[in-house]
């Protein structure tokens, strides 16, 4: 009886270990689809991968740093400009003379 109660146990576990194995097949098979339909799901709704995000995030720096550098410019420009516009002062009349008449 021993003999058989062996056998019946090396089938059992035989049998458990197969199923193991299935089961690790259809967890396999389950991530798959899940990752697929993820990644389908994520592309439909036109998410930007990682690299193009960071593409992107230097592009706005770089713009950031120009347009600084142009406001300064700018800023520059005007300073100049706002010295060479300065109208002259009106010269006053001297002293003993009347200032001719406007009417």
């Known amino acids: 009886m021993t003999q058989t109660s062996n ?3 090396d089938e059992f576990a035989k049998l458990m270990t197969d199923a193991a194995g299935v089961a690790q097949g259809v967890r396999r098979e389950v991530e798959t689809g899940f990752r697929a339909q993820a990644e389908r799901f994520l592309s439909d709704m036109d998410i930007v991968s990682r690299e ?3 593409a992107v995030k230097e592009m706005a720096a770089n713009a950031r740093d120009a347009q600084a550098k ?6 520059e420009l005007e300073a100049k400009l706002a010295a060479v516009a300065k109208p002259a ?3 006053r ?3 003993g003379t009347k200032p001719a008449d406007k009417s």
């Not at 142009?70 to 800023?75: C, D, I, K, Q």
């Open 70 to 75: 142009l406001e300064a410019r700018v800023a």
């Open 89 to 91: 002062k009106p010269a």
């Open 52 to 54: 193009e995000f960071e």
């Open 93 to 95: 009349p001297k002293a």
């Open 7 to 9: 056998r019946l146990f």
